[in-house]
């Protein structure tokens, strides 16, 4: 099925260090979303973005959804043990039927050594 | 407030036989969504309920079907199990059909092995 492309894959970083991943989607969304999940659970929502050029915080978090809605990126500032997780971007296309559905990267796994 | 809770937590069976998963969404939210996580890859659409209709469908086969419940609940079942459909089963419940206002809360889903 169709997945949009997340990067980096991987990340292993020092405590204390700047995160940023992204996304980009040869759709165009409505809707950005990035979650985390950790081992065992399910995925939980860091930052819901509804507007192109929108950029929101959450605590450490900042995300931003792409001017050409194509694009979102998180960034994690000051990086913690436990941001350890696998991190997902997610995209809703424009509304109506299976439009409402929403469409993952492959997600980047994030290794925080203390 | 409630979050989505599903059941049961961990599920082996066998090629070729049924399964029947089930979720209860958040208070206050009437649409529910299927999600098919396979390892290593970011959850797959399967469908979503509003009003108790099937609403939106992504690329799976008729052998995934789904109910919703008036009370909003609902359950994934799948017939004819095969070795591929292994995988998380993820259930998330909204406040309306789309992620506006509050985007989909996940549940913690159902790891599904077929051997």
């Known amino acids: 099925g169709q997945q949009l492309n997340q990067s980096p894959q991987s990340m292993f970083i020092q405590e204390g260090e700047d995160v940023s991943m992204n996304c980009t989607s040869s759709?165009?969304?409505?809707?950005w979303l990035w979650y985390k999940q950790d081992p065992g659970e399910g995925p939980v929502l860091l930052i819901a973005l509804y507007k192109a050029g929108e950029l929101t915080s959450n605590g450490r978090l900042t995300a931003q959804f792409g001017i050409t809605r194509k694009d979102s990126f998180l960034n994690i500032s000051a990086s913690i043990p436990s941001d350890v997780g696998i991190y997902f971007c997610a995209g809703q296309l424009p509304r109506g039927g299976s439009n409402y559905k929403l469409t993952f990267g492959k997600g980047t796994l994030l290794t925080v050594n203390p | 407030e409630t979050g989505v809770t599903q059941s049961p937590t961990h599920l082996i069976k066998t090629r070729g036989q049924q399964v029947t998963l089930r979720c209860s969404s958040q208070?206050?939210?009437?649409?529910v969504s299927w999600y098919q996580q396979a390892l290593g890859q970011g959850p797959q659409f399967i469908f979503q309920?509003?009003?108790?209709?099937?609403?939106g469908r992504g690329n799976f086969p008729p052998r995934f079907s789904g109910l919703q419940f008036p009370n909003y609940s609902s359950e994934l079942n799948v017939n004819a199990l095969e070795l591929d459909d292994s995988a998380l089963y993820l259930c998330?419940?909204?406040?309306?059909?789309?992620?506006?206002?509050?985007?989909?809360?996940f549940g913690s889903g159902t790891r599904l092995t077929v051997v």
């Open positions: 309920y509003y009003r108790e209709e099937e609403n």
């Open positions: 208070s206050g939210h009437n649409t």
């Open positions: 759709s165009i969304f409505n809707t």
């Open positions: 998330a419940s909204s406040r309306g059909q789309g992620a506006s206002n509050y985007g989909y809360t």
